[in-house]
Every structure is written in C-alpha cells, then in structure tokens.
C-alpha cells in the first residue's frame, strides 16, 4: 500500500504538439507502455459526489487499485493504493467484479461506501511515455476513450504548488502551446465527445 500527495499540472494537447513534446523529450509510440484503467463508483454516484475516483489500473508489468480524494487544492489528490497480483488483476478487469484491497476498503469505510455497492462506471486506454528529472516527472500520455481520443500532458512534482505552475506554464509557453487545462481522465471518459476543438 502506497499514501501520498500527487501534486500535478495538465495540459489538454493537439496531436502535433504530442509529437512535438515526444520529439523534445527524445520519445516515440515504442517507448510508451500501456494503461488498460477501469473506474467503479456505487448506482448513485457517491464518488463523484464526493469528487472522489476509484480505479483499477493493470499494464503487463502490475496492476494496482487507487482511490483518489480531493487534496488541499484542486492541483492536489492525495491517493490511496494497493497493489494487486497481475493475475489477480487481469481477471477482476476481465469480469468488472472489483475486490478492493484492505487499506481503500477502509478509506471507503470512513466515507459510508461498502465495496459491494461499486460497480464499473466505464474504461479506457493510456499509452503513456514518461520524462524524469529532478522535482519533476513530465508525463505525455495518448489516451483512447469510448468515443473519442486526445492528447494530455502532465508534469507530476513535489515542489510547491505556486513555483510547480509558474515551471509548467513557462514551459508550455516557451513551446508555444496554449493553456488548456485539462478535466480529469474519470469525466473525460464520461463524455459523448471532446470538450476540446482541436
């Protein structure tokens, strides 16, 4: 089981400034790995309600269940993990029947949400490249909904968050791409179509 507080800028992109940010990075489609992710919330949306999201998330090298809560500011999640047997979690993806582990039960728990009410809420597919630095992790993620796909790039960080957006900003305005704070994966999934004209 993992705690902590994600601390992360988005940024909603075209498809030529995906390529371009994979080229500056030194990137491409091979280098990526793939996010197969489903998300559970009860008949009547406690979660959301809560602005909270619960997701199981498998790839060929793990797979893990996260529960995220809104943090001390809307850059902020603090998200709760546990990790799962590979199997374990192809097969319970497979079939849609979520076992969540002990410590987001007991996080469910403290918000009046029993496990057995979840239910699958909808899915979709990350090909997610990623960038290391020191205080920052550069995320260039193709994502693949139901109805539609888009571009997004994330810088994680543990700086603090007002020095975090000044970096983020800057860098996307040295590369001339304009601001488009991007919804959440979770609501963009829900959508019809994008909310972004490209």
Known sequence: MTKAVET???NILSASEYQQ????????????HTQHNMYFDTTDHALKEKHMGLRLRVTDN?????????????????ETTDHLPLEAGRKQFET?????GPNVGKVLQQHG??????EVIGSFITHRNEKKYPHQTWVV?????????????????????EEGLA??????????????????????MQQKESAYAL
């Open 8 to 10: 992360e800028f988005k």
């Open 21 to 32: 940010l994979l080229s500056h990075f030194s990137l491409d489609r091979s280098t990526c």
């Open 62 to 78: 793990y797979a893990h269940i996260t529960l995220k809560e809104p943090g001390t500011n809307h850059h902020q999640m603090l």
């Open 96 to 100: 849609g029947s979520l076992t969540v």
């Open 113 to 118: 949400i029993h496990p057995n009410a979840l």
């Open 141 to 161: 993620d193709a994502c693949e909904f139901e109805h539609f796909n888009d571009y997004e790039l994330e810088m994680e960080t543990d700086l603090p968050v």
């Open 167 to 188: 970096t983020f900003e800057t860098f996307l305005a040295d590369r001339n791409i304009p601001r488009r704070p991007s919804l959440r994966k979770i609501q963009r």
